[in-house]
């Protein structure tokens, strides 16, 4: 009896433990799932800051100096032409500057040259100073300035804010394992990288303007028309000339008129022919 008792209570108490040990596991299977959902909460919160736009990480731009573009142009009258272009090149070349284009046009009344000058935004004013003092008489001279210096800021935080996109994207692609994960992101790299280039070179071409100024610049002289031909040889050589064409000339036309000159011989001989037939009849009577 005393067995059977020790035996019941022995089982009563293993069972209570065994019950009292069951919210203990729940507890742990619940904080390890709470666990997990924080992680996959995490993941997804990372995710979608990876694939949003980077409003919240814009970097500062540090270049906050003013961005000046200075253009201009010159026309004047000189009395030397190409003397005068030579001094203009020299004094561009010491100056650091360089010519970017050159045209030439003639006539009988005036020559002209116009040249498009690169030089340091810093020598601008001396080149045209250089310039000024070549000109017999200056027709125009004409200065623009435009601060580009907002434009400029603008351009170069895009340019940042498109390369962290960037760089967030590729961290997300070494991250993926689904093939069609794989192939959006790789799609929109390719768009952002497209974006990149466009925006990159936008920028360049405006630090080239900011970096070099541009004077264009119009040089002219003017000249009486030239005759040749004014001694006595010359002449009488042009004379002949001239009239060797016209006998040419004539020539040719009598070829383009020979219907009308046969025609004229048959009319002259007709004509001929009656009037010798009606004086012989006025004989005769």
Do not use: H
Request: aromatic share 6%; proline share 2%; glycine share 4%.
């Amino acid at each position: 009896m005393k067995r059977v008792l020790t035996i019941v209570l022995i089982t009563f108490i293993f069972t209570g433990c065994k019950q009292a040990s069951n919210p203990e596991k729940e507890l742990k299977i619940a904080t390890l799932d709470r666990a997990k959902a924080s992680s996959v909460s995490e993941n997804t919160d990372k995710i979608a800051d990876t694939i949003g736009v980077a409003s919240s990480s814009q970097q500062p731009i540090s270049d906050t100096s003013k961005k000046i573009i200075k253009t201009g142009d010159i026309s004047f009258e000189t009395g030397d032409l190409y003397g005068t272009r030579k001094k203009i090149i020299t004094s561009l070349k010491n100056l650091s500057g360089y010519v970017s284009e050159e045209n030439e046009t003639n006539d009988s009344y005036r020559r002209s040259l116009t040249l498009k000058l690169r030089v340091p935004a810093k020598n601008f004013d001396l080149l045209l100073d250089s310039v000024s003092g070549n000109a017999s008489k200056i027709d125009s001279k004409n200065v623009r300035v435009a601060d580009v210096t907002s434009q400029f800021i603008d351009i170069k935080t895009s340019l940042v804010n498109q390369q962290l996109l960037e760089k967030r994207y590729q961290d997300l692609l070494k991250r993926s394992d689904k093939i069609s994960d794989v192939l959006q992101i790789e799609n929109k790299l390719t768009e952002i990288r497209t974006a990149i280039d466009s925006t990159q070179g936008t920028l360049n071409y405006l630090s080239r303007q900011v970096a070099y100024s541009i004077l264009e610049v119009n040089l002219y002289s003017e000249q009486t028309p030239q005759y040749s031909g004014t001694t006595i040889g010359d002449r009488l050589s042009a004379s002949l000339k001239g009239g060797w064409e016209l006998m040419q000339n004539l020539f040719f036309g009598i070829i383009n008129i020979w219907p009308l000159a046969i025609v004229a011989v048959v009319v002259y001989l007709i004509i001929k022919r009656w009037r010798a037939k009606r004086k012989l009849r006025v004989v005769q009577q």
